[in-house]
């Protein structure tokens, strides 16, 4: 069962005084001061009873110098969804606060774009590379990322 | 008294990355008080070649060999994942008959990823080679079946969007009934030798208990999901593909713990073989294997440009949730590919499991995960 993104925009607006939404399509947009509110809202709506954040991504837009999270949540107890959430970041310091307090399950996804793309989810309980190793530099998925050249020896990581 | 004379300390080790095992190179940081878990973080990317980076560069019909490679026990259900969010994406049909065939590739290759977990889990128990013998003897049956359609054991390649990539060979529809007829007896004598065994119980039954809310809110989906009896199977949740058709059950456990996870996956097992023995009966001999729009794109793939958009397309893989999200810019290359992968999520939960757990019993919670590190690292 799907829920339309004008549905949930309407019941947020309703329950979260001065929080201002956008939909665009099934998408709705979030500014990313009010994501931690509107997050535990759609968890703890009875009609809604968003549970489980099944994927959670970043996306990266060099040239207007924005980076989007997305995310997509379903509910198991009422056996609906997505709800499809995205915020606009800076990219210069992506930034935005951290939905694992709420889902538990965002603590990989959150690490691994925080590890690919360099966002920085704040108040995440342990916020370290998960795929590339320590020391690494960068951030290999960002679009502007250069691949090196293949055939250099790597150096060693001390 | 005689406590306190004694001095200890914690002891750490490192448990992999080059572990029979740990399933693939994956670590795990443990911290021990004599035998016992205080701590245990899981430590990957040893494998990881930043799958999703190679997609965005090519086609997005390229990817599917790629996909492949992701969970390589299951390329047929990773094939079909990719597909169904090319298809919402660039709102490609499938023909009825395709939808079939695709059904019966994806319950095939459960019985092939559930076969072989089992197996494997005997292995970590210390039952060594002969139930992983035994798995694998039936699992080679169905990937020499694979290998007919596919021209593959495991790296198929052959689901596509719109249908399959090649017709069925002639007769393979009986071989597979043929298969599929005999599979329950081995299932039987899989589950005399295990089930009600007595070692298998001691080892499994209350070790590595998740439970019910934190399985929910750690995002944790397949036979690990259901093994805390939390209903939720996204065959039956999102009907995709001709699900909807079909009558199964979803079997559930009880408490969450290894050997509910072990009981989930012989029972779904089951269930894939009613739903292949009603697929079989209903599937046509001949007809359309892809849509004409999909046989396209398979012919000219850098001319397949689907509209500005984006699509979620999720499946209920043999692992757990499997989806691709497809961000379209309108040129032949997808702007975002991004994989969720079940077995990378289900480990969040590795560490709370294990807490308190003996170092043995570490391995067989591990073991009833049921990850691939094809797929954790991407």
Redesign the interface.
């Known amino acids: 069962m799907s829920l339309p993104a004008e549905q949930v925009k309407t019941a947020i607006e309703r329950a979260i005084p001065g929080v201002s939404l956008h939909v665009e ?1 099934s998408l709705v947009w979030v500014a990313p001061g009010d994501l931690t509110r509107v997050c535990q809202f759609l968890k703890g709506a009875p009609e809604l009873q968003l ?5 959670l ?1 970043a ?1 990266d837009y060099p040239s207007e110098n924005r980076m989007d999270v ?1 995310y ?1 949540l379903y509910s ?2 009422r ?1 609906q969804g ?1 709800v ?1 959430l995205k915020v606009k970041l800076d990219r210069t310091n992506p930034t935005v606060a951290s939905v694992t307090p709420i ?7 959150e690490r691994e774009a925080y590890d ?1 793309y360099g966002v920085k989810f704040d108040g995440h309980p342990d916020l370290r ?5 320590e020391g690494f530099k960068g951030h ?2 960002r679009k502007d ?1 250069v691949v090196e050249d293949q055939d250099a020896p790597e150096e060693s990581v001390a | 008294m005689a406590e306190q004379l004694l001095n200890t300390q914690l002891l750490e080790v490192n448990i992999g990355p080059q572990h029979p095992s740990t399933h693939g190179v994956f670590r795990m940081q443990a911290t021990l008080d004599g035998e016992t878990v205080v701590r245990l973080k899981p430590v990957m990317g040893y494998l990881h070649r930043n799958h999703e980076q190679i997609g965005e560069g090519m086609s997005y019909i390229a990817s599917f060999p790629f996909t492949d490679r992701l969970d390589y026990f299951c390329a047929m259900t990773n094939n079909l994942g990719l597909a169904l969010a090319i298809e919402q994406l660039a709102g490609i049909e499938v023909p009825e008959r395709a939808q079939y065939i695709r059904v019966i590739l994806a319950e095939l290759t459960r019985l092939v990823n559930h076969t072989a977990v089992t197996g494997f889990l005997l292995n970590d128990m210390g039952a060594f080679g002969t139930p992983l013998l035994y798995a694998f003897r039936e699992r080679e049956k169905i990937l020499d079946l694979f290998e007919e359609v596919s021209g593959s054991r495991m790296m198929c390649n052959y689901v596509r969007p719109g249908g399959v990539r090649e017709d069925l060979p002639q007769g393979w529809l009986s071989r597979v009934r043929g298969l599929v007829a005999g599979y329950p007896q081995f299932l039987d004598e899989f589950e005399q030798l295990l089930t009600a065994n007595e070692i298998i119980r001691q080892r499994t039954q209350h070790v590595g208990v998740l439970s019910r809310e934190l399985a929910v809110s750690a995002s944790v989906t397949g036979p690990m999901l259901r093994a805390t009896g939390v209903d939720y199977d996204i065959r039956k949740v999102d009907g995709y593909s001709i699900y909807p058709r079909f009558t199964f059950k979803t079997p559930l456990g009880t408490i969450g713990d290894v050997y509910d996870r072990y009981y989930v996956r012989i029972l779904e097992m089951r269930e894939s073989l009613k739903m292949l023995t009603q697929a079989l009966k209903e599937v046509q001999e001949t007809g359309l294997f892809i849509s004409p729009k999909g046989a396209a794109m398979g012919k000219a793939p850098r001319t397949f440009r689907p509209p500005k958009g984006e699509a979620y397309g999720r499946i209920e893989a043999p692992k757990g949730e499997l989806g691709f999200y497809l961000v379209s810019d309108g040129t032949p290359q997808p702007y975002r590919y991004h994989i969720r992968a079940p077995s990378f999520i289900n480990l969040t939960v590795l560490e709370d499991m294990c807490l308190g757990h003996k170092v043995a019993d570490v391995i067989i919670i591990l073991g009833s995960v049921d990850i691939v590190m094809g797929e954790v690292d991407r």
């Not at chain 1, 889902?103 to 996804?109: D, K, T």
């Not at chain 1, 590379?129 to 190793?133: A, F, G, T």
């Open positions: 399509g549970d489980y954040v099944a994927d991504t996306i997305v997509h198991m107890a056996k997505p499809t889902w538990r399950g965002a603590e990989y996804q690919l590379r998960i795929l590339m190793w290999p998925m990322y």
